[in-house]
């Protein structure tokens, strides 16, 4: 990877970080209104899967989706008009939080229900069978989702009939509440997937360049063999599993302890190391970051709300 895009995937992982920061802030101050989940912690991972992919290959991902918006080429105004519901955002105000999504983009959604996008993941890349071409569906999901019949009926339908579906599980060691270790029989979750004898591996999901190159290894197996791979990100949320979360079941020194391999300051030392970036440039891109959280703020909170109408619009296809 050269010099121009390791610096873009340092832009993305830090705009992700201030725009779920910058969201939090309103979250509390009433402005933005359901359910939201927060990336904090977790930015390598999109980052680096979405910058392995290629343009025509399919992304599709749970509900904690703002950051998988942001690496597909959502821009950060339309993420903050879709958190305060307004027109101008991506889902045009009518799927919040939750439901991030451009197909133009390949950005297939973020899915409110655990596990319910994973058999829509298989039904995409059946799609593409048919269609006769290579692309891969890439489908994220977090730990708790492989504990569902879903998980199960999409990956063994995958694997029967030889789709090409990248399937990443976001190993942040809770489910909602509960570790790992108390709700799976098995603590490494790649595991799950030798049940269908399925080729998988597990990385560092707080190291960028790791994710992007298992990634990239990983597609090209879906792509070359016509058939499923299940890769296994660990990694870890800073904040609750949403933001009514009391944070009760797990310690301070616990998350303290996680925040000193933050991904962004991994990949940071990695670059200044390397020689690819000095420490300034980094700053510079920091502070371009800031205000470009700024202006999407300012976008959001200026941007008309819904018409009462639109209602009804985006509800069934017009023919």
């Given at each position: 990877m050269n010099k121009k895009d390791q610096l873009e995937l340092y832009h993305q992982m830090v705009l992700i970080r201030r725009v779920e920061e910058r969201g939090a802030e309103l979250y509390q101050q009433g402005k933005i209104g359901g359910f939201m989940h927060l990336y904090i912690g977790q930015e390598a991972v999109s980052t680096g899967i979405v910058a392995a992919r290629e343009p025509r290959d399919r992304?599709?991902?749970?509900y904690r989706d703002h950051g998988v918006a942001i690496?597909?080429?959502?821009?950060?105004?339309?993420?903050?008009?879709?958190?305060?519901?307004?027109?101008?955002?991506?889902?045009?105000?009518?799927?919040?939080?939750?439901?991030m999504a451009d197909t133009s983009k390949?950005?297939?959604g973020g899915h409110a229900i655990v596990g319910g996008h994973l058999p829509i993941a298989s039904g995409l890349a059946l799609g593409d069978q048919y269609a006769g071409n290579d692309n891969v569906t890439i489908c994220m999901f977090g730990d708790g989702a492989t504990n569902i019949g879903y998980f199960h009926e999409a990956l063994n339908l995958a694997k029967t009939w030889g789709l090409r579906v990248l399937?990443?599980?976001?190993?942040?060691?809770?489910?909602?509440?509960?570790?790992?270790?108390?709700?799976?029989?098995?603590?490494?979750?790649?595991q799950k997937a030798e049940g269908y004898g399925m080729k998988n591996?597990?990385?560092?999901?707080?190291?960028?360049?790791?994710?992007?190159?298992?990634?990239?290894?990983?597609?090209?197996?879906?792509?070359?063999?016509s058939e499923p791979y299940f890769l296994e990100c660990t990694t870890y949320r800073?904040?609750?599993?949403?933001?009514?979360?009391?944070?009760r079941y797990r310690k301070q020194e616990e998350v303290k302890k996680w925040e000193e391999s933050d991904p962004i300051g991994i990949f940071r030392r990695q670059l200044i190391e390397g020689k690819i970036a000095n420490a300034k440039a980094l700053d510079d891109i920091e502070a371009q970051v800031m205000d470009e959280v700024a202006k999407a703020v300012e976008f959001a909170e200026t941007s008309p709300e819904p018409a009462?109408?639109?209602?009804?619009?985006?509800?069934?296809?017009?023919?």
């Open positions: 992304v599709i991902t749970a690496n597909c080429g959502i821009p950060a105004n339309q993420v903050m008009a879709e958190l305060l519901g307004k027109a101008t955002g991506t889902s045009k105000g009518k799927g919040g939080s939750m439901h390949n950005m297939w399937w990443i599980c976001e190993n942040n060691i809770y489910g909602m509440g509960t570790s790992v270790e108390r709700a799976s029989a098995v603590h490494e979750i790649r591996s597990r990385v560092d999901g707080m190291d960028v360049m790791k994710v992007y190159e298992a990634t990239k290894e990983a597609i090209e197996y879906v792509r070359k063999n800073y904040r609750g599993h949403s933001m009514g979360d009391p944070e009462l109408e639109d209602l009804f619009t985006d509800v069934y296809v017009e023919n």
